[in-house]
T-cell receptor, first 107, second 112 residues
C-alpha cells in the first residue's frame, strides 16, 4: 500500500519563498509528482521527479530523496495567484495522492 | 485545456439512481485514471485502465464499476446512489507508467 503525508495548511507572504514537504511510503516507485489545484477546478501538473535531486522549472522547484521517502516543492517569489492546494502524488502501478496542502498567500 | 474531456460537467440525480460518467483521454494516451474528490477532501483513487485492461483498483465501491473501450474512452458507472456519493469525479489520462497524468475538468455529481 501507500502512505503519503503533507501538511494540511500553510501561510506565506507575497514575494516570499515557501517549501511544502511530502513524505511517502510505497511498495514500488515510478515517480513523484506535484500538482496545483484551485478550489473546484482540475489539478494541473507542476513537476515530476524520478531520480534523486532537484528539478527546477521557473519559480517552482521540486526535490526528491528516494532513500528517505521525501520530497518538497519550493515556490519562489510568491504571488497571490499561488494561493491553492498543492498535491503530492506517488506512482507505483497506480498514482495516489496525498490529502494536499492548502497554501494561502497574504499581501 | 488539458485535452481530457469529461461529460457531463454537472449531474443532479436522486438517491437509488444510476449514472454514467464519460471520459475521453488525450490523443495518444493509453492510461485512464478515475478519482473521487468529496468536498474539501483529497483525491481518492478509484481505478486505472491501460489500453483497455484494468491495471489497478483503489477504494472503489462494489456499487461502482468502470471500463475502457477499444477507442480508449472510459466510462464510470455509479449505481444505487447515496447522498455520500456527491462529489467531484475526475478522470485523468497519461501516456504510460512513468509519465504525468493530465486531468479533465471533472463531473460534479449531486445526489439529492
Amino acid at each position: 500500500g501507500q502512505n503519503i503525508d503533507q501538511p494540511t495548511e500553510m501561510t506565506a507572504t507575497e514575494g516570499a519563498i515557501v517549501q511544502i514537504n511530502c513524505t511517502y511510503q510505497t511498495s514500488g516507485f515510478n515517480g513523484l509528482f506535484w500538482y496545483q489545484q484551485h478550489a473546484g477546478e482540475a489539478p494541473t501538473f507542476l513537476s515530476y521527479n524520478v531520480l534523486d535531486g532537484l528539478e527546477e522549472k521557473g519559480r517552482f522547484s521540486s526535490f526528491l530523496s528516494r532513500s528517505k521517502g521525501y520530497s518538497y516543492l519550493l515556490l519562489k517569489e510568491l504571488q497571490m495567484k499561488d494561493s491553492a492546494s498543492y498535491l503530492c502524488a506517488v506512482r507505483d502501478v497506480d498514482m495516489r495522492f496525498g490529502a494536499g496542502t492548502r497554501l494561502t498567500v497574504k499581501p | 485545456d488539458s485535452g481530457v474531456t469529461q461529460t457531463p460537467k454537472h449531474l443532479i440525480t436522486a438517491t437509488g439512481q444510476r449514472v454514467t460518467l464519460r471520459c475521453s483521454p488525450r490523443s495518444g494516451d493509453l492510461s485512464v485514471y478515475w478519482y473521487q474528490q468529496s468536498l474539501d477532501q483529497g483525491l481518492q483513487f478509484l481505478i486505472q485502465y491501460y489500453n483497455g485492461e484494468e491495471r489497478a483498483k483503489g477504494n472503489i465501491l462494489e456499487r461502482f464499476s468502470a471500463q475502457q473501450f477499444p477507442d480508449l474512452h472510459s466510462e464510470l458507472n455509479l449505481s444505487s446512489l447515496e447522498l455520500g456519493d456527491s462529489a467531484l469525479y475526475f478522470c485523468a489520462s497519461g501516456r504510460g507508467q512513468s509519465t504525468e497524468a493530465f486531468f479533465g475538468q471533472g463531473t460534479r455529481l449531486t445526489v439529492v
